[in-house]
């Protein structure tokens, strides 16, 4: 089955930029998209087709893709940006939905 | 407003069966597909299964399919999750949640979830 890889953490400290990657062999062809989810609550999307950000979500937030890459970057990061971040797209017939394994994002 | 209200969840044994139902409000149920997504204890999301806004189209992931059943119920702005022979590693917050189609897809409102613990 189709999978999608993310680093498991990232630690960054506040203002400087952290860089989540997502890596998946149907990326040239399908968008992905990014959530975030804090501790007792449900996901949030920050980045929807890889690099349009929904309203609301502040524009620290961005996406790229490079080939069988997406990254979500993250600048002037903030103590509440602390959370899971999970890219989701799809196989590359776009039936089946797949979430890669979560990054856990740390403020020091 | 969009609102996605889980129910069903619960403690069930092993091989057992449990119904989940997701009751939405605040849109216009039968224009969306929708989903369920799991999250099991300390453990990353999970896709689970999709269905079409007129139930023309189901997909299950690999981990579930012949064991759980998703159907929706337009007049009663309701979907639901039909879970039979199941294992501890089922156990997780079982997500309601609305799927957006651009050109790709993406869910765009969620349930709180309900909490799904399979174990004797």
């Known amino acids: 089955s189709y999978e999608l890889t993310q680093p498991p953490s990232v630690s960054v400290s506040p203002g400087q930029t952290a860089r989540i990657t997502c890596s998946g062999d149907?990326?040239?062809?399908?968008?992905a998209y990014w959530y975030q989810q804090k501790p007792g609550q449900a996901p949030v999307l920050v980045i929807y087709?890889?690099?349009e950000r929904p309203s609301g979500i502040p524009e620290r937030f961005s996406g790229s893709s490079s080939g069988t890459t997406v990254t979500l970057t993250i600048s002037g990061v903030q103590a509440e940006d602390e959370a899971d971040y999970y890219c989701?797209?799809?196989?590359?017939?776009?039936?089946?939905?797949?979430f890669g394994g979560g990054t856990k994002l740390t403020v020091l | 407003e969009v609102q996605l209200v889980e129910s069903g969840g619960g403690l069930v044994k092993p091989g057992g069966s449990l119904r989940l139902s997701c009751a939405a409000s605040g849109f216009t149920f039968s224009s969306y597909s929708m989903n369920w997504v799991r999250q099991a204890p300390g453990k990353g999301l999970e896709w689970v299964s999709s269905i079409s806004s007129s139930s023309s189209y189901i997909y299950y992931a690999d981990s579930v399919k012949g064991r759980f059943t998703i159907s929706r119920d337009n007049a009663k702005n309701s979907l639901y999750l039909q879970m039979n022979s199941l294992r501890a590693e089922d156990t997780a917050v079982y997500y309601c949640?609305?799927?957006?189609?651009?050109?790709?897809?993406?869910?765009?409102?969620w349930g709180q979830g309900t909490l799904v613990t399979v174990s004797s």
């Open positions: 087709k890889d690099s």
């Open positions: 989701q797209s799809a196989d590359s017939s776009g039936t089946y939905l797949v």
């Open positions: 149907a990326l040239p062809k399908q968008y």
């Open positions: 949640a609305r799927f957006y189609v651009d050109t790709g897809g993406h869910f765009d409102y």
